[in-house]
């Protein structure tokens, strides 16, 4: 047995499935391996309790009433500002901007931050293994700048191309948006490395940590982040909230894109001041019972022992990755060195879709398509893949059911 | 349950293998493009007419194989037909893919083999790609 196995069977798996009552049904009248956790992970009572709760018993809108129940809201709300500040690192929970997602607040950077700071001839460096929603947003702010987008490559390992990044990153370039984790291959890219280069160029650095912070201990000021984004429903919390991270003195230059209610310090017909960093970024009722449960998630996750978590997910990633090659057909997109949660494969000439149905009838749960990274599937001369994606309550017997499964898809198709 | 030997019929299995028609046309009368930006599914219809009647129909791309199969059987149901007729088979074969109890009666019997499809409601659209396609070249004026 292996370290990491050994480290895995010490793990009490069973116990924390107890704790995710989805994890028991049955699909298709098999029951349920769910590998999607790279689009949404299941929520474990703790996090759907804390949500309930607040919403059966203590609603209330928060920094506006004089009453008890607001001022509970208001102070369970801002508890969660700094519990996501501890869990990122960050110097303050003031760095802590609530969004409704990742890809509110990569477009809250994009269009407050980047785009009245642009010029054009200024270039944004993005990688060819973002999420859409790390590069539409820039190439949206791009196009209104007249900047110029270019792109970090990615070899056929499925890791970025650092040597062609002194050819990519310039003295023009002002923003670098990476992805921590590739959301297709699993990658882990090195952050900290492209943020030394970036401030040496002196751009910002803004990185999409949505496929990061589930697996891994993040901190920001060691990666020199300058900002960084996740959302909640992909670490065991609720969906509709997400949040960024953003350095004390880059959110003060940065201009809010909604104006409305809760943002403001004093208001005339002709105009308006904003209120402090963040709370200027926060415009209207914000998803106050979600960020109650993105609280519990974080302390659901903080319950944990982070280095056995680190070791079974590895231990599951590696296991699959294994598993999959040997599956007659099975061909793996990339091989990263450092991989995280996700492992991504075709199975020529069967289309990744009719895999996944036929996987869905074995009780397995993968995402088929182009996973929001058209242009990674372009790179690597695919249309879609398959990918499996883990959570730590995720078992090397659920690996089992998918190749069980790719038996299958062989036996329909072959 | 839903069986995926009821979706994967051997007829459409076989047309996923060797689809017929697969080809991009030369003096086309008019051409489509099907495309799915959910799943990246992206198919070609072309279409050449005599008169009102479908001389030449034939599709290329990239899609699952239920999407490839619909489209090869879609070729070989709908030329000859008139576009009345072809629009007519349009409207019975989505009406099975989407109302409970359809099962196709009426259609030629390689089109009815998709009914399995309805108990999969999100491989609908994979069917249904070619003959949206194929509709917009029967409903526009051709170019």
Known sequence: MTGAAAVASAFDVARIRREFPVLRTRVQGRPLAYLDNGATSQKPLAVVEAEGDFALLESANVHRGVHTLSFRATERFDQVRHDVASFLGAASPSEIVFTSGTTAAINQVAQGFARPMLTAGDEILVTEMEHHSNLVPWQMVARAAGARLRAIPVTERGELDLGALDRVLTARTRIVAVAHVSNVLGTLNPVRQLAEAAHAVGATVVVDGAQAVPHLPVDVRALGADFYAASAHKMYGPTGVGFLYGRADLLERMVPTQGGGGMIQRVTLEECTFAPVPQRFEAGTPPIAQVVGLGAAIRWMQSLDGDAVVAHESDLVTYAAGQLASVRGVRLIGAPVHRVGVVSFVMDPVHPHDIGTVLDAHGVAVRAGHHCAQPLMDRFRVPATVRASFAVYNTRAEVDALVAGLADVQRIFG | ?143
């Open chain 2, 1 to 143: 349950m839903s069986d995926t030997r009821e979706l994967y019929q051997l007829v459409i299995l076989d047309h996923n293998r060797s689809p017929r028609n697969f080809r991009a046309m030369d003096g086309a009368d008019r051409v489509a493009e099907g495309y799915n930006p959910m799943c990246g599914d992206q198919l070609k219809v072309w279409v050449r007419f005599d008169g009102d009647r479908i001389a030449d129909v034939s599709f290329h791309g990239s899609g699952c194989a239920i999407s490839k199969a619909s489209a090869s059987l879609m070729t070989t149901a709908v030329v000859g037909k008139t576009r009345e007729e072809a629009k007519a088979l349009f409207e019975g074969f989505h009406r099975m893919l989407t109302t409970e109890g359809d099962t196709g009666a009426g259609l030629p019997s390689k089109l009815a083999v998709f009914a399995g499809v309805r108990e999969f409601p999100m491989r609908v659209k994979c069917a249904t790609l070619s003959w949206h396609a194929l509709k917009s070249t029967l409903e526009n004026p051709a170019s």
